[in-house]
């Protein structure tokens, strides 16, 4: 356990890549194993999350290497030729490797055990599960289908047509990933859309896979057992991560940032969306298209904020941003009301009551509801002077040491080393643009 301390700040300046974009490295790394031949996959995020999704591929039996200063390479066993693996899988921290991998196994025949760190084994697998039994897999967990868990893959799936009851992207990708191997069409129709890298990138290796919007929500038709060829890609960066130098750069006065290849995917640029409404002045820049994903330079300038609602309806392309738009409604003028967050009660830690608390405790006025947030912000640096528990989350430990640089006194978190399980150099890339980061 690391403690670091973030001490108030003057402006964050300068140009910077932030890493890979980690929603779209595990899915490279787990289609490019489906795919037959050698894939090439540059700019991959060597977080400890995607880690454990490639060293499990391997386990599985893709081949996989990578050497100082060169691009990641995959050998892939074709749709349906993973192997039994020998050992039990430890999937660390990466609820996203977790339940993308319990589809791709739900229609292999064979069985796997899956676990993961504390953190992971308390997050509910039912979800995922109950739409991949009705493909004929089973499943044996602890009590609230908590890892560690059992599948037994099916040596016959069948392809279902499925509702997702909540949107959401993991679900939706797990049941795709376990349609490759069955015959027929597997159709998967979400209430509201989410975000669609599985499906780009699926295209992409060369499924085919039809998106079109109905009257029940948007329905993704993909034909199972296609072959999928290996393919050259670059990961975008992730916006997820662009998050926290961009907040950091639109609330401390005098800042100028601009960060080079992140990725833009509509379905993932709430927080983009809900700093400009708030004031923020953020440009794209050099549009252009990577790994089936648009891409583009993102230049932003500090200015003041003002409280805005945020509907329910923006959730599912800003589910993991909250936290830091938290901060960034910190700083603003007024309140801010986010709605539609119950799915944070269930991410890596209890993410709404941690932000709350930890809001509170930096002196920032705040009211937490079942789904919702309310922050009344400072219009300007906000007290801070607190010790925040983490709770083994990555994005509360990154969110609230960028509110400790525009606090008007440091803002400690209990325990850094989660950071790197997604933004491997976090630490460094801020210091370098100007934050003062300190182990206390």
Same mark, same amino acid.
């Given at each position: 356990m690391r403690a670091l301390t973030a001490n108030p700040s003057e402006t964050i300046e300068g140009r910077a890549r932030v890493p890979g974009d980690k929603s779209i490295s595990h899915r490279a790394l787990m289609i490019a194993a489906l795919a037959t031949g050698q894939s090439t996959i540059e700019g991959l995020l060597e977080g400890e999350d995607v880690l454990r999704t490639a060293a499990a591929m391997q386990v599985l039996g893709a081949e996989i290497e990578r050497g100082p200063g060169t691009p990641w390479r995959v050998w892939g066993r074709g749709v349906g030729g993973l192997i039994e693996p020998g050992r039990v899988l430890d999937m660390g921290n990466s609820g996203t490797g977790a339940r993308l991998l319990l589809g791709i196994l739900a229609s292999h025949p064979l069985t796997a055990v899956l676990t993961g760190d504390a953190s992971l084994r308390g997050r509910p697998m039912a979800r995922v599960t109950a739409p991949l039994r009705?493909?004929?897999? $089973?499943?044996?967990?602890?009590?609230?289908?908590?890892?560690?868990?059992?599948?037994?893959?099916?040596?016959?799936?069948? %392809?279902?047509?499925?509702?997702?009851?909540?949107?959401?992207?993991?679900?939706?990708?797990?049941?795709?990933?376990?349609?490759? @191997?069955? %015959?027929?069409?597997?159709?998967?129709?979400?209430?509201? =859309?989410?975000?669609?890298?599985?499906?780009?990138?699926?295209?992409?290796?060369?499924?085919?896979?039809?998106?079109?919007?109905?009257?029940?929500?948007?329905?993704?038709?993909? $034909?199972? $057992? =296609?072959?999928?060829?290996?393919?050259?890609?670059?990961?975008?960066?992730? =916006?997820?991560?662009?998050?926290?130098?961009?907040?950091?750069?639109?609330?401390?006065?005098?800042?100028?940032?601009?960060?080079?290849?992140?990725?833009? @995917? =509509?379905?993932?640029?709430?927080l983009i969306d809900t700093l400009v409404e708030m004031g923020a002045g953020i440009e794209m820049e050099n549009r252009r298209e990577e790994a089936g994903e648009p891409v583009a330079d993102l230049a932003i300038a500090a200015a003041s904020l003002s409280g805005v609602e945020v509907p329910a309806s923006r959730a599912p392309s800003m589910i993991d941003e909250y936290p830091i738009l938290a901060v960034a409604a910190a700083c603003a003028q007024g309140a801010t009301v986010m709605h539609g967050l119950a799915e944070l009660r269930v991410k890596e830690s209890d993410r709404l009551g941690a932000v709350a608390r930890g809001l509170a405790a930096c002196g920032v006025e705040v009211e937490e509801g079942p789904d919702s947030l309310t922050v009344h912000g400072t219009g300007g640096r906000v007290p801070g002077g607190a010790v925040i528990e983490t709770?083994?989350?990555?994005? +509360?430990?990154?969110?609230?040491? +960028?509110?400790?640089?525009?606090?008007?006194?440091p803002v400690t978190v209990d325990d850094a080393d989660p950071i790197e399980t997604s933004f491997p150099g976090f630490a460094a890339l801020m210091v370098g643009l100007g934050a003062k980061l300190t182990a206390p």
């Amino acid at each position: 356990m690391r403690a670091l301390t973030a001490n108030p700040s003057e402006t964050i300046e300068g140009r910077a890549r932030v890493p890979g974009d980690k929603s779209i490295s595990h899915r490279a790394l787990m289609i490019a194993a489906l795919a037959t031949g050698q894939s090439t996959i540059e700019g991959l995020l060597e977080g400890e999350d995607v880690l454990r999704t490639a060293a499990a591929m391997q386990v599985l039996g893709a081949e996989i290497e990578r050497g100082p200063g060169t691009p990641w390479r995959v050998w892939g066993r074709g749709v349906g030729g993973l192997i039994e693996p020998g050992r039990v899988l430890d999937m660390g921290n990466s609820g996203t490797g977790a339940r993308l991998l319990l589809g791709i196994l739900a229609s292999h025949p064979l069985t796997a055990v899956l676990t993961g760190d504390a953190s992971l084994r308390g997050r509910p697998m039912a979800r995922v599960t109950a739409p991949l039994r009705e493909m004929g897999a $089973q499943f044996f967990a602890r009590d609230g289908c908590r890892l560690p868990l059992t599948v037994v893959g099916t040596r016959r799936a069948a %392809p279902i047509s499925y509702t997702l009851p909540v949107a959401s992207a993991q679900v939706k990708s797990a049941v795709l990933f376990a349609g490759l @191997n069955a %015959p027929g069409a597997t159709r998967v129709i979400e209430p509201a =859309p989410t975000r669609d890298h599985t499906e780009r990138m699926l295209r992409t290796f060369g499924a085919k896979i039809d998106v079109a919007q109905g009257p029940g929500g948007r329905a993704a038709t993909l $034909q199972g $057992q =296609p072959e999928l060829r290996g393919q050259s890609l670059r990961v975008p960066g992730d =916006p997820s991560s662009a998050a926290f130098p961009l907040v950091a750069a639109a609330v401390l006065p005098g800042s100028r940032l601009r960060l080079e290849g992140v990725g833009i @995917n =509509p379905h993932r640029t709430g927080l983009i969306d809900t700093l400009v409404e708030m004031g923020a002045g953020i440009e794209m820049e050099n549009r252009r298209e990577e790994a089936g994903e648009p891409v583009a330079d993102l230049a932003i300038a500090a200015a003041s904020l003002s409280g805005v609602e945020v509907p329910a309806s923006r959730a599912p392309s800003m589910i993991d941003e909250y936290p830091i738009l938290a901060v960034a409604a910190a700083c603003a003028q007024g309140a801010t009301v986010m709605h539609g967050l119950a799915e944070l009660r269930v991410k890596e830690s209890d993410r709404l009551g941690a932000v709350a608390r930890g809001l509170a405790a930096c002196g920032v006025e705040v009211e937490e509801g079942p789904d919702s947030l309310t922050v009344h912000g400072t219009g300007g640096r906000v007290p801070g002077g607190a010790v925040i528990e983490t709770a083994l989350d990555h994005r +509360i430990a990154m969110s609230f040491l +960028i509110l400790g640089l525009a606090a008007e006194r440091p803002v400690t978190v209990d325990d850094a080393d989660p950071i790197e399980t997604s933004f491997p150099g976090f630490a460094a890339l801020m210091v370098g643009l100007g934050a003062k980061l300190t182990a206390p």
